[in-house]
């Protein structure tokens, strides 16, 4: 179940009222009459099944509430309620198989922008390869996985490719074609103060082979990425976040752009160029395989008009 609030303009409100209470997927609507005063009208709420969301958020669109007004959505943890039960029933589907496009939009829009967190999260996690790199430690590698935060922006141009929701793209794309070789900059640079000051040896940290699966391009670099992009949009788009962890210790897009930085202070130019290549592979694999998911789940009969650009901030 989800949790709707919206605020109407008080002519409208009687029609939002009859657009909720008609729906069988809606229960427990409350009217606050002059309860919103920026902008000014009633505040209306509502849970609503989360398979009749988009139904339902489209029909107080058709009603301008969204210009006028506002439409805020929650998710429900825990709802103890027989009438709740039947309006989850009388809805064709399974909530956990339900797209919200809106809601969708919203998490791929915020996780997309190319700001400090993002650039902090990618540039660490960069970091963190290169020390995996210097001690041919795994577990290390896989803790640059965790950290990194690119399936955000990844995820964003999947449903901006399907939506043609541009500005989403190139919001994105922003954020990957800055990101990544900012990070990488700031990894090579850490990477030559470490031989410089010989914190680590060059021969020993090419001598190690725990971590190099990660510049060995093959069919298998690819086959990974479109599992873990399907993986990544599945869960995005079904609420199942925890599958994300898989995502993020899957992929190797993180660790071939810290590989390629290391490998290039070091001068082996051809460990940086396939490594690189690693980058490109799953970077388009993850891209494609959301896209897929999200081809297939899209009911276009269930979506609004979703095309007006995202709100900057």
Do not use: Y
């Amino acid at each position: 179940m989800l949790h709707l609030r919206a605020v109407s303009p008080v002519e409208r409100t009687d029609d939002v009222l009859d657009a909720l209470t008609r729906h069988p997927g809606v229960t427990h609507v409350v009217l606050l009459r002059g309860a919103a005063v920026q902008p000014a009208g009633d505040v209306v709420e509502a849970d609503v099944a989360r398979e009749a969301t988009d139904e339902v958020v489209a029909s107080l669109c058709s009603l301008g509430v969204d210009r006028d007004g506002g439409v805020t959505l929650e998710v429900i943890d825990t709802a103890l309620s027989d009438s709740a039960d039947r309006a989850e029933e009388s809805v064709p589907g399974d909530g956990a198989d339900a797209v919200v496009w809106e809601e969708l939009l919203s998490r791929t829009g915020e996780e997309s922008k190319l700001n400090a967190t993002f650039q902090a999260f990618l540039t660490i996690a960069c970091l963190l390869t290169a020390v995996a790199v210097v001690t041919d430690s795994p577990v290390t590698l896989v803790g640059a996985m965790v950290v990194g935060p690119e399936f955000g922006p990844l995820a964003a141009i999947a449903v901006g490719l399907v939506l043609r929701r541009w500005d989403l793209v190139r919001r994105a794309g922003l954020a990957l074609a800055v990101g990544f070789p900012l990070a990488m900059l700031v990894t090579a640079f850490a990477a030559w103060l470490g031989s410089f000051t010989e914190l680590f040896d060059r021969d020993l940290a090419l001598a190690g082979d725990q971590v190099d699966f990660v510049f060995e391009v093959g069919p298998f670099s690819l086959i990974v990425a479109l599992l873990a992009g399907a993986a990544g949009m599945l869960s995005m788009t079904s609420a199942k976040s925890a599958a994300l962890v898989g995502v993020f210790i899957s992929v190797t897009t993180v660790p071939a752009a810290g590989f390629a930085a290391v490998a290039a202070v070091l001068g082996e130019w051809d460990i940086c160029v396939r490594s690189v290549a690693q980058l490109a592979v799953n970077l388009v694999g993850v891209i494609v395989a959301a896209a897929l998911v999200l081809t297939v789940r899209h009911r276009r009969g269930h979506v609004r008009d979703l095309g007006r650009p995202l709100a900057r901030g």
